[in-house]
């Protein structure tokens, strides 16, 4: 050990290299983690390596509420722009399409992770931590020593925190399913006395006699799917298919931990792991030095790019570069053991409204976009073509909104939160859209 310790030593002082650890570990990542641990969805490869950034886990900011978005649930008329911290960082680290993305979430129950266990612990996790303990024990660096095992504790805390959040999760889904089905019980009785209202209010309404008596309020059933809608930071609008019931408790609530006195204890913990962290990195030799920042800024800047991730796309974006495509496959990913999202978008084709063009090309035009063609026809590989020649559609909110199929009671809600404008002449639009697009679907 004495020649390890030796040549690494004279290695490390010939240099004269000198690294800010103390800077690394406390101002880098930060957001990025925020974003990357926050949203709950783990990586197949890297959930059991160390990060940057450990006191935003310490500190347990990845779970702080973010403003910026607002759901809003149509099918009972309810906005609010207090988004559960997981939801809202899930949103954000997704590529969404301006409207045209739609988010499946479904109640099930996830497959047990023995792969994640096996990849990401045993082949990836336990021999690089292996490699520094062995490379600061052979060098007898016991700063470096102390360093290492201070950033397998906030690994472990990290992984202990963000299950607790995710059993958060779980629980607040099975509150929402015993509250829906106690009001499912109750929906029938509820139906009918509707109905029964709604033949009373009708026959007075035929009278002239309805300023007697108030319109009845129709039920709503907690497992009809709601028409629900996300408009993120950044104007992207995002259709949510899920169940009555779930909007409420799974993406305006969060999560809490099962047994937060543990939890607390976890994050006294990790300040003080963390705290090891930032002394032992900054007093242990250079050699140790290098081979933690590289492993923990290789990690990160993986983590940040969602590399073995269930969401991530970069396979997709890599295959659609090569193939010139916009379209997207449907992916899924579990949140949490019960919640399991799926992101897919309408068809293209439902932005094309024929029926609302009122001018035709003239002669003249139709000769040019001929000779457009036959240009490029004879210029343009075939494969290429589509992708060259065809402009990219315009994704509209009015679109979005007519796609909807949105009654008078709901497009009234809108217009009171700001999405639908007051312009008669924007509703007119609206208005024929929705009726083209209910002929389209045959509804």
Partial sequence: MYSWHQRLSSWAKGTGLKIDALGLVTLLGAEEMDRSIGRLVPSLYLDYLPLL??????GNRFVVKKPGSALCNISVGIMTTELAGWFSR?????????????VTWEV???????????????????????????L??????WWGFANVISMIASVALRCFQVAQNQAGIDANIRRAQEEAEKESKRYPAKRAEYEKSMAIFKDLYEQGKEKD???PIEPQD????????????????????????????????????????????????????????????????????????AVIIVTTVLVAHRVGCEDSRIWEAIRNQWSHSDETEPRSCWV?????????TYPERYMDWPELEETKPTTVQVVLEKDFIQQKLSATPLGSLESSSAPKKPERRQDLL??????????????????????????????????????????
């Fill in 53 to 58: 950034g450990a006191f935003v886990v310490a």
């Fill in 90 to 102: 899930w949103l954000q680290t997704q590529s969404f399409n301006q409207v045209r993305s739609i």
């Fill in 108 to 134: 099930g129950e996830r497959p047990r992770r023995w792969t994640s266990f096996i990849v990401g612990f045993l082949l990836v996790g336990l021999p690089v931590h292996g490699v520094l303990i062995a």
């Fill in 136 to 141: 600061t024990v052979l060098a007898r660096d």
């Fill in 213 to 215: 008596v108030e319109p």
């Fill in 222 to 293: 907690p497992y009809a799917i709601a028409k629900v809608i996300v408009v993120t930071e950044d104007s992207k609008v995002v259709t949510l298919v899920v169940p009555g019931y779930l909007p409420k408790l799974a993406f305006a609530i969060n999560p809490q931990p099962p047994n937060p006195y543990w939890y607390e204890a976890c994050q006294w913990a990790g300040w003080v792991f963390f705290a090891v962290h930032v002394v032992s990195i900054g007093m242990a030799g250079l050699y140790t030095q290098i081979v933690t920042v």
């Fill in 336 to 344: 949490s053991s019960t919640l399991k999202a799926t992101v897919s």
């Fill in 402 to 443: 007519a796609w909807l199929d949105l009654t008078t009671e709901q497009d009234k809600s809108l217009i009171a939160w700001g999405l639908i404008p007051h312009s008669r002449e924007w509703q007119r639009i609206y208005n024929r859209k929705k009726e083209a697009h209910r002929r389209r679907v045959g509804v």
